[in-house]
């Protein structure tokens, strides 16, 4: 017969067991749900980069050539950087006033202007500045046709047309931050400055300003995170003129062949990229402790407010409107001649860019006719849903209720997002280059950027279930399949949805990271378009103009989706 003491000693030895069969299950179980997307980022991502670490620390690489050719380049992408965030910063700021401060009619409207350049591919991005402001473009043809003996021009050089754009996509960043930490202000420390006599550029360089600092350099950091890296643009808008890291990084790769400059020029961006990200980080942070109660806007009273208004209303409009327009307008009107034409040019109106883009007008058997750079985009856009879903999903699960090893892994299976396009494409050849005869690697590379935006479109979504309804209709009998048809799937539903509009826009959009490991005959929208702008001809940059319209448009359609099937709240459920 055992004693009191004894059964204690076999019940406490047998629940000692069962915890640490508990936790080793778990464990397992975790471990199981990492299993493909780390394997995944082992693959696509870690691999690489330790490949293009082990190209910059070889002796052929740190030569002092090399090193000289990169101080050019890298002192010119921190100019152009820091002069379009402070442009940047100069159109934000009263911009971020104008939306937290006051109400006017539209206000709605305009915010949301103002954001549909940043959700663009940055390929769109030029392409609308291209048709706007370059040498074909609506502003200088229609000069040229009202004065032809006048001298001058209407065309910027590629510079300022690089730092207008870069202004273009990012002026809403700085209106949602600023704005955000300005309507979340206290109203009674302003009240009381005035109260003690202050006068509004008193209330503002004083009380203002200094609570909104914080707020403004964690903003001016992101700006310049993105102009730092911008690529589409100064390849398209630069005329092979300009030339920062990534494009330097493309040039040296693809075009000179000098994969070990390349991947020096890869880690110095990197280590940069990640500087600014660990100080945006510390901003971000500090940007939220004075939040307080919301100011209420108001209409604008005074003369002084309504031509702030009025103006601001007008310039933003005017800014953000002419771009967007003139590209859709510029892909139906034949303003000079194409290719070698030698009959009557038919100015005005036309359609035939749209339908030059199904025809193989050259008759030559390596001539990919833009339609089929439509389809291979969607074919792209596609596996990269399907593949990013699945990797997502697991990830996405574990991170739903983290432990310590998700704390761990999180930032982990975010680090692509730190990472250059092309940066990434360039770890692609050097470390699959054999394979890049294969069409199927370029999927591979879109879900490496779009999966961490998956992973955080699903894992809201899943934390949201309450374990109360699985464990009610398990016991009910419900079996783990049901569970997961009747419970978990009706409210993922919504969110899957958005995930996967996520992972197909950014595919659509992607241009860095194809551009240099795409074949060339299977090219996708934003490549097309970059060789079509590359080509003289009228015909060439209308066709050019028709694939960016159309780009455009089907991004707008995923945008609308997504906003269409957001998460909704957790009450619902």
Same mark, same amino acid.
């Given at each position: 017969?055992?004693?009191? *003491?004894?059964? @204690?000693?076999?019940?406490?030895?047998?629940? @000692?067991?069962?915890?640490?069969?508990?936790?080793?299950?778990?464990? #397992?179980?975790?471990?199981?749900?990492?299993?493909? +997307?780390?394997?995944?980022?082992?693959?696509?991502?870690?691999?690489?980069?330790?490949?293009?670490?082990?190209?910059?620390?070889?002796? &052929?690489? %740190?030569?002092?050539?090399? $090193?000289?050719?990169?101080?050019?380049?890298?002192?010119?992408?921190?100019?152009?950087?820091?002069?379009?965030?402070?442009?940047?910063?100069?159109?934000?700021?009263?911009?971020?006033?104008?939306?937290?401060?006051?109400?006017?009619?539209?206000? !709605?409207?305009?915010?949301?202007?103002?954001?549909?350049?940043?959700?663009?591919?940055?390929?769109?991005?030029?392409?609308?500045?291209? &048709?706007?402001?370059?040498?074909?473009?609506?502003? !200088?043809?229609?000069?040229?046709?009202?004065?032809?003996?006048?001298?001058?021009?209407?065309?910027?050089?590629?510079?300022?047309?690089?730092?207008?754009?870069?202004?273009?996509?990012?002026?809403?960043?700085?209106?949602?931050?600023?704005?955000?930490? $300005? &309507?979340?202000? @206290?109203?009674?420390?302003?009240?009381?400055?005035?109260?003690?006599?202050?006068?509004?550029?008193?209330?503002?360089?004083?009380?203002?300003?200094? #609570?909104? =600092?914080?707020?403004?350099?964690?903003?001016?950091?992101?700006?310049?995170?993105?102009?730092?890296?911008?690529?589409?643009?100064? #390849?398209?808008?630069?005329?092979?003129?300009?030339?920062?890291?990534?494009?330097?990084?493309?040039?040296?790769?693809?075009?000179?062949?000098?994969?070990?400059?390349?991947?020096? #020029?890869?880690?110095?961006?990197?280590?940069?990229?990640?500087?600014?990200?660990?100080?945006?980080?510390?901003?971000?942070?500090?940007?939220?402790? /004075?939040?307080?109660?919301?100011?209420?806007? =108001?209409?604008?009273?005074?003369?002084?407010?309504?031509?702030?208004?009025?103006?601001?209303?007008?310039?933003?409009?005017?800014?953000?409107?002419?771009?967007?327009?003139?590209?859709?307008?510029?892909?139906?009107?034949?303003?000079?001649?194409?290719?070698?034409?030698?009959?009557?040019?038919? /100015?005005?109106?036309?359609?035939?860019? /749209?339908?030059?883009?199904?025809? @193989?007008?050259?008759?030559?058997?390596?001539?990919?006719?833009?339609?089929?750079?439509?389809?291979? &985009?969607?074919?792209?856009?596609?596996?990269?849903?399907?593949?990013?879903?699945?990797?997502?999903?697991?990830?996405?699960?574990?991170?739903?209720? +983290?432990?310590?090893?998700?704390?761990?892994?999180?930032?982990?299976?975010?680090?692509?997002?730190?990472? !250059?396009?092309?940066?990434?494409?360039?770890?692609?050849?050097?470390?699959?280059?054999?394979?890049?005869?294969?069409?199927?690697?370029?999927?591979?590379?879109?879900?490496?950027?779009? %999966?961490?935006?998956?992973?955080?479109?699903?894992?809201?979504?899943?934390?949201?279930?309450?374990? =109360? $309804? *699985?464990?009610?209709?398990?016991?009910?009998?419900? !079996?783990?399949?049901?569970?997961?048809?009747?419970?978990?799937?009706?409210?993922?539903?919504?969110?899957?949805?958005?995930?996967?509009?996520?992972?197909?826009?950014?595919?659509?959009?992607?241009?860095?990271?194809? $551009?240099?490991?795409?074949?060339?005959?299977?090219?996708?929208?934003?490549?097309?378009?970059?060789?079509?702008?590359?080509?003289?001809?009228?015909?060439?940059?209308?066709?050019?103009?028709?694939?960016?319209?159309?780009?455009?448009?089907?991004?707008?359609?995923?945008?609308?989706?997504?906003?269409?099937?957001?998460?909704?709240?957790?009450?619902?459920?």
């Amino acid at each position: 017969m055992y004693t009191g *003491r004894q059964v @204690n000693r076999e019940t406490s030895k047998h629940g @000692n067991k069962a915890s640490l069969y508990t936790c080793v299950r778990v464990y #397992l179980s975790t471990l199981s749900l990492w299993l493909l +997307p780390l394997t995944f980022l082992a693959l696509a991502f870690f691999f690489p980069l330790s490949k293009i670490l082990a190209f910059t620390l070889s002796p &052929s690489t %740190l030569t002092l050539e090399n $090193l000289r050719n990169t101080q050019h380049v890298v002192l010119f992408t921190f100019y152009q950087a820091t002069l379009s965030t402070l442009l940047t910063l100069l159109l934000g700021i009263p911009s971020a006033i104008l939306f937290s401060r006051f109400d006017f009619r539209g206000k !709605s409207l305009l915010r949301a202007l103002t954001a549909v350049p940043f959700l663009l591919p940055t390929v769109v991005v030029a392409a609308s500045f291209n &048709s706007l402001f370059g040498t074909h473009g609506l502003l !200088s043809t229609f000069y040229s046709f009202l004065f032809p003996l006048s001298s001058f021009t209407l065309h910027p050089s590629p510079f300022i047309l690089i730092l207008i754009a870069h202004l273009f996509y990012n002026t809403t960043i700085v209106i949602r931050i600023v704005g955000a930490a $300005l &309507s979340n202000l @206290n109203p009674k420390l302003e009240q009381a400055a005035r109260s003690l006599g202050a006068d509004s550029l008193r209330v503002w360089l004083n009380v203002t300003l200094p #609570l909104l =600092r914080p707020s403004i350099l964690a903003a001016s950091l992101l700006v310049f995170l993105f102009d730092f890296t911008s690529f589409g643009v100064i #390849l398209l808008l630069g005329n092979s003129q300009l030339s920062t890291l990534e494009t330097e990084i493309y040039f040296q790769a693809v075009r000179q062949f000098n994969l070990p400059l390349a991947a020096l #020029l890869s880690i110095i961006q990197l280590l940069c990229t990640l500087a600014v990200s660990i100080l945006y980080s510390k901003y971000a942070i500090r940007s939220t402790q /004075y939040a307080s109660r919301s100011t209420p806007s =108001r209409r604008p009273k005074t003369l002084k407010q309504k031509l702030f208004t009025t103006s601001l209303i007008f310039l933003l409009s005017t800014f953000f409107i002419l771009p967007l327009a003139s590209l859709p307008f510029r892909s139906l009107t034949r303003l000079e001649a194409d290719r070698g034409q030698r009959s009557e040019v038919q /100015y005005g109106f036309t359609t035939d860019y /749209y339908k030059e883009l199904f025809i @193989n007008r050259r008759g030559s058997v390596f001539y990919v006719p833009p339609f089929q750079a439509i389809l291979n &985009s969607l074919t792209y856009a596609s596996a990269t849903v399907i593949l990013s879903i699945l990797l997502g999903f697991p990830a996405a699960f574990a991170l739903a209720h +983290p432990t310590r090893l998700e704390k761990i892994l999180d930032p982990l299976i975010m680090l692509p997002l730190g990472s !250059s396009a092309v940066m990434l494409g360039l770890g692609f050849i050097i470390t699959y280059g054999k394979w890049l005869a294969s069409p199927w690697l370029v999927p591979f590379a879109h879900t490496l950027i779009a %999966l961490p935006f998956v992973i955080r479109a699903l894992q809201p979504a899943i934390a949201s279930i309450p374990n =109360r $309804l *699985r464990q009610a209709a398990s016991t009910l009998g419900a !079996s783990p399949l049901e569970v997961w048809k009747n419970i978990d799937l009706p409210i993922l539903r919504r969110a899957t949805l958005a995930a996967a509009t996520f992972a197909f826009t950014i595919s659509l959009g992607e241009f860095g990271a194809t $551009l240099l490991i795409s074949r060339p005959e299977y090219p996708t929208i934003p490549v097309a378009i970059e060789r079509f702008l590359s080509q003289p001809g009228g015909l060439n940059y209308g066709q050019a103009m028709a694939m960016a319209t159309i780009l455009m448009a089907l991004t707008t359609a995923s945008i609308l989706l997504i906003e269409k099937f957001r998460l909704p709240n957790a009450s619902e459920f």
